[in-house]
Structures are given as C-alpha cells and as structure tokens.
C-alpha cells in the first residue's frame, strides 16, 4: 500500500470515527424520553410522585431544551462549536448523574430535566455544524443521514433498553450508563476538528429571556390545564378574573413570543445581531420543515405518552414487556428511516412526508377504534406498525428540507431553529395528552360513580371534593388498596374499580383524539415542503 494510499485510509479511518461520536451524541440526546415513557409508572412510585408528576418531568425536560435550543447554537458560535459540544456532554453527564441517584421528584427535575436539559442544548445544534466543519459538502448528507439515523434507534431501542433495566435492575440503570457513554464520547471528541467561525456573534441576552419566558408560559398552561380546566376554572381550583389560570398564562406566552419576534426585527433593522435573523423565518422551505418538525414530534411524544400508560397501567405490563410491544414500531422505524432514502433518492419530499403523516392517521385511528375495557395488549400490533412507518418516513427527509433551504454557514442556526421546534412540539404533546387524559379521565369517573347505586352518596361527596384537581392515572390495584384505606364496602368497590376503568379508557381514547386531529392539520401545512428532492435540479 502506498503512502498516499494509507493517508487517505487513515482519513477515512477518522472520519469515521467523527460521525460515529456525533452520531452517538444524537443518540444520547434521544434515547432519555423513550426510555422514560415505558417506565412511568415504576419512576413515579420510586420517587413517591403520580403519572402527572412524571409528565410534568417529561414536559419540562423537552421545554428547557426548547426554551434555550436557539440560545446554545449562539452560545457555540461564541466559544466554538466544540468546546460547545464538550461543555454541553459534562453538564448531561452530570444531569445523568444526578437523575440516577434521585430519590424524589425534585432531584429528578433538577438532574433530569433542568440540567441535561440545558446540555442538550449546548450538544444539539453544535452536531449540526461539526458535521458541516468535519465532511465535505458532497459528503454531507450522508453525514446528517447517519445522525438523523442514530437518532431513529435511540426511538427505537430506547423502549427496550428501558424496559430491560426497569423489569431485571431499575430504570436508575439507565442513567448511569448515560454517565459512562457521555466519558466515552468526550475520549473521542478530541479527534472532532471544530467548526470554523468566521466571526464571533454576541449573544442577544433580551431574545433569550423573552424567547424562553414566552415559550415556557404557553407549555406551563398547557401542562396545567387538566387540573384548574382550558378557561373556566374547575371547581376548588385557582381563578383570575372568573377565568382559568390555563387562559391567561397561554395568552401571556404569546404575547411574549410577540414581543420577541418584535424585539428580533428590530435589532435587525438596526444592524446588531438577533437571536434569530427575521429573514430566516420568511425562508417557506425552512419553516415547511420546522413546521413538520414540531408536529411529528407533538404527535409522536403523545402517542409516547398514552400507549405505555394503556400497557403499563391499564393492563399491568411490566416495563419490558411493554419495551417489547412497541418493538413492531422500531422496526418499521428504522426500516423507513434508513430505507427510503436508500432505495428512493429522487423521491419527492412532499410525497413521502405526507404518506408518513397518512400512515400515523391510520395507526392512531385503528387504535382508537380498539380501545374498550376488555381489549387486550395485542390491539397495539398493527397500530404500532402504522406508526412507526409514519414518524421512520418523516425522520428520512425532514433534517435535508431544513438543511439545504440555507447556505451551509447558517446550518448552525438551522440546528438551534429545528430543535427547538422538535422539543417545543415534543413538551406540547406530552402536555396536552396528558392534560385531556386526566380532565376527561376525572369527568368521566365521577358521572359514572354518580350513576352507581352501590357507591355510598358520602364516597361520591368525597370523591367530588378529591378529584376536583383532576383524578390520578393509577392501576386497579392502586385503586382498590386505596378505597380499601377508605374502608369501602367491597361492592362499592367493584362498582367504583369499573367506573374508573371505563373512565381511564376515555381518557386515553380522548388524547388520541386529539393527536389524530393535530395530524389531519399538519396534513394539510405539508404543502409547504418542496416536491423537489435536496439538491435536485430544478426541471
């Protein structure tokens, strides 16, 4: 072998080794929700919380990240892409860390969703230009296909690996081997060329807070929104001005989202330097994409949400064998995710995203159509196919249309743009299902205790003034040990047992939904995305 022979080896050697480091960062970043969402119920009783304690983590680890995504890709430009990259790997590891030993809820908020919160959104948009600082642009898609990959496995594997640790070990498991992945990749980091900056932007600290107060305003309401009810105030509950806090602190966010975007064009009018330029957002191909972005990922992180709480709850699966029932989802995840673009280059972008949106309809619509109090574990199969099809078909093309709507020096910003809409929609989803399951979960359990003649009136008084917050999400067993305590006569509680189970799986069939209704509209905001392939020829 030549000298020229084997440099270009050992190149290729480390280019490999680049992608396969950025490739895992992607990967880590992904694999936390889907490994979480299979262990709910057990995360709750070891941190002495409720399935809405749990969600209310899950919801605030996605909105740090939204929140502060656009402000890490500045961040990175400011001190470089990798020391960016680094630092962001050291405070997840940390969060990791301190999530693995929590022992209440708070702590795993701190380390959870606070603190790899924010490392994500240093790590995030720093990968997407490194991968532009570290291959050549012929390279390049290849390079974001191989991330956008890792990130599609993380979906797939993590309901496994997460139901694996929690079902033989505990799911604190997984978080300390988050530690050591997070050492490893900062061992091989030190062979990631940084990304070139060409000038150091200064970052707009005004931007940042109103960006992150008006975002977090809108997903808190939200969140709250089954407890104090959308905007009357439900009985028991807080009240401002005779209407529900839920109403006015929406209303606050995008006010403050307003101002933002306000505040943004000015600075760009005077010449100084925005968080986010307005001429960017006015790019139809680049916001088609980020739009795309944040309802697959609403979509998805509810459907994440309800179909383990159905599994896990309402039939009382253990975590791996709920990681096991999801298993036809990674499948056709990956097969989508990998194969399209593999076997059709030339594809139309339109087409395939609107056949994923179609395919994610139909399994949300045929799960909900088998949804009853008798179904069985088994009515998740081909819903499970349909759609993981859908999110695999989407994942194939969504990173290229964000990607090769700018030039390459504004991929960075197109990383903190994209993950933000991506975790924005992800913190929404999980909020909203979550809030329509327990409001229509409590609705539904109190008519029907009503209508019991077994159920003493002094258990239905009682329930009235307990559940007026909004009703947990709990096992038949947890329910029983609890009207047990209330010293409840055993045909109350079978009448009562019931009521709440036909109440739970209204619940559930009302977040689906609503999830197949935010679908049929991204369907129709999919006209935005080009029929044209990245990098195709214009005809």
């Known amino acids: 072998m030549t ?16 992608l ?11 694999l936390d929700s889907s490994v979480m969402n299979v262990s709910i119920a057990t995360v709750a009783k070891d941190v002495d919380t409720t399935v809405s304690g749990i969600q209310g983590a899950i919801t605030a680890y996605t909105l740090v990240m939204a929140a502060l995504m656009i402000t890490g890709a500045k961040v990175g430009a400011m001190i470089g ?11 997840y590891g940390c969060g990791s860390l301190t999530t693995a030993i929590a022992p209440n809820l708070p702590v795993l908020l701190l380390g959870w969703s606070f603190l790899e919160g924010v ?47 929690t079902t033989y070990f505990s799911w604190r498991w ?11 990749i900062l061992l091989l980091a030190r062979r990631i060329a940084d990304a070139p900056v060409e000038t150091r932007p200064r970052l707009d600290l005004v931007g940042a807070v109103l960006s992150a107060l008006g975002l977090g305003l809108l997903v808190f309401g939200v969140l709250r929104s089954g407890e104090w009810g959308w905007i009357q105030p439900k009985a028991g509950g807080p009240s401002w001005a005779h209407l529900s806090p839920t109403m006015w602190l929406i209303l ?21 330097e925005p968080l986010v330029r307005p001429a960017m957002l006015r790019n ?10 944040f309802f697959q990922y609403l979509v998805q992180a509810g459907f994440f949400f309800v179909v383990p709480l159905f599994l896990s709850v309402c039939l009382g699966l253990s975590a791996l064998a709920t990681g096991a029932r999801l298993l036809p989802l990674s499948i056709t995840l990956l097969a989508a995710a990998i194969g399209i673009p593999r076997l059709l280059p030339r594809i139309s972008p339109r087409l395939v995203v609107r056949s994923g949106l179609l395919a994610l309809l139909a399994g949300t619509l045929v799960l909900l159509g088998a949804l009853d109090k008798d179904a069985g574990a088994e009515i998740v199969f081909v819903p499970m196919l349909l759609i993981g099809l859908g999110i695999g078909a989407l994942a194939s093309q969504l990173g290229a249309v964000t990607v090769s709507a700018v030039p390459d020096e504004e991929s960075p910003e197109v990383g903190g743009l994209q993950n933000t809409a991506t975790n924005l929609g992800a913190s929404l989803g999980t909020a909203l299902a979550g809030a329509i399951l327990i409001a ?12 019991s003649s077994a159920i003493p009136s002094r258990v239905k008084s009682q329930a009235k003034v307990e559940l007026a917050g909004g009703a947990p999400f709990i096992s038949d067993a947890d329910l029983e040990a609890a009207l047990d305590q209330a010293h409840v006569r055993s045909r109350a509680t079978d009448d009562a047992v019931d009521a709440y189970r036909g109440a739970r799986i209204e619940g559930l069939r009302s977040a689906l939904a609503i999830l197949a209704l935010l679908t049929i509209v991204a369907l129709f905001l999919a006209q935005r995305i080009p029929t044209r392939p990245p990098g195709a020829a214009p005809l």
Request: overall charge positive; hydrophobic content about 60%; charged content about 10%.
């Open 174 to 184: 997984v978080f300390a081997g988050e530690v050591v992945l997070v050492l490893v």
């Open 81 to 91: 892409r990798k020391r960016a990259f680094a630092i962001g790997c050291v405070i």
């Open 119 to 165: 490392g994500a959104a240093l790590i995030l948009p720093a990968i997407v230009a490194l991968v532009a600082g570290n291959f050549a642009t012929e390279r390049r898609p290849a390079a974001y296909g191989m991330v956008a990959a890792a990130g599609a496995i993380a979906v797939a594997v993590g309901p496994l690996i997460g139901g694996f640790c």
């Open 252 to 272: 606050a966010g995008l006010f403050v989202i307003w101002i933002f975007f306000h505040w943004e064009a000015r600075l760009d009018a005077s010449g100084k």
């Open 20 to 30: 396969l480091t950025l490739a895992a960062g992607q990967f880590l970043m992904t």
């Open 284 to 293: 139809r191909q680049l916001t088609g994409g980020m739009i795309m972005f």
């Open 440 to 451: 229509t979960l409590t609705s539904a359990f109190l008519t029907n205790i009503e209508q």
């Open 3 to 18: 000298t020229t022979e084997t440099s270009a080896s050992t190149r290729a050697g480390g280019a490999t080794l680049v």
